[in-house]
T-cell receptor, first 117, second 112 residues
Framework: NAGVTQTPKFQVLKTGQSMTLQCAQD?????MYWYRQDPGMGLRLIYYSASEGTTDKGEVPNGYNVSRLNKREFSLRLESAAPSQTSVYFCASSEPLRTNYPYNEQFFGPGTRLTVL | SQQGEEDPQALSIQEGENATMNCSYKTSINNLQWYRQNSGRGLVHLIL?????REKHSGRLRVTLDTSKKSSSLLITASRAADTASYFC????????????FGIGTKLQVIP
């Protein structure tokens, strides 16, 4: 069981370049999330996918797009990178909260450190 | 805006001492979770407490929840150097959203 995997681990981009961050989970979770972590800001939700086929904006979605490719994979795309997007990006997955399953702890990947010059 | 806010933002203690971290939040919640993050790593779930629970234990961890004050505390007893990490509270609100909101975190240093 690999849990949640993310690629790449590190990336340096120039302003205006595009890239896609990949995330996959093997726990058969329905819900997946993308966060960014900046010093002094904690984790902020960019986008989430409650279930396969659905995506919703989080707290800081501007400049990003996502694709829930299938139940396992959830990718994050930066169409035109900006220095303000320099951050550490985390993907996470969980079971959704349900009446008969009230626990929805999240399982995190190791993160992608992105620098935009 | 951040739902959970941890206090203190940094804490330094000697090995063997207890560490207490507090979290305050703003809205009605379904559950509150605590996570640990070691330097350069992803977050790891520690413990979850539901809104109808007041206290929960897991090993050396004790979590309390006071929904009337919208606050929670995490106590780590008999701390070890390996407990050095950042600790985050996260709230799952009682609305229909399948998402969890994280606080800024408490950076704990345990000195051997």
């Amino acid at each position: 069981n690999a849990g949640v995997t993310q690629t790449p681990k590190f990336q340096v981009l120039k302003t205006g370049q595009s890239m896609t961050l990949q995330c996959a989970q093997d726990m058969n979770h329905n819900s997946m999330y993308w966060y960014r972590q900046d010093p002094g800001m904690g984790l902020r939700l960019i986008y989430y996918s409650a279930s396969e086929g659905t995506t919703d904006k989080g707290e800081v979605p501007n400049g990003y797009n996502v694709s829930r490719l299938n139940k396992r994979e959830f990718s994050l795309r930066l169409e035109s990178a900006a220095p303000s997007q320099t951050s550490v990006y985390f993907c996470a997955s969980s079971e959704p909260l349900r009446t008969n399953y009230p626990y929805n702890e999240q399982f995190f990947g190791p993160g992608t450190r992105l620098t935009v010059l | 805006s951040q739902q959970g806010e941890e206090d203190p933002q940094a804490l330094s203690i000697q090995e063997g001492e207890n560490a207490t971290m507090n979290c305050s939040y703003k809205t009605s919640i379904n559950n509150l979770q605590w996570y640990r993050q070691n330097s350069g790593r992803g977050l790891v779930h520690l413990i979850l407490i539901r809104s109808n629970e007041r206290e929960k234990h897991s090993g050396r961890l004790r979590v309390t929840l006071d929904t009337s004050k919208k606050s929670s505390s995490l106590l780590i007893t008999a701390s070890r150097a390996a407990d050095t990490a950042s600790y985050f509270c996260a709230t799952r609100d009682s609305g229909g959203y399948q998402k969890v909101t994280f606080g800024i975190g408490t950076k704990l240093q345990v000195i051997p």
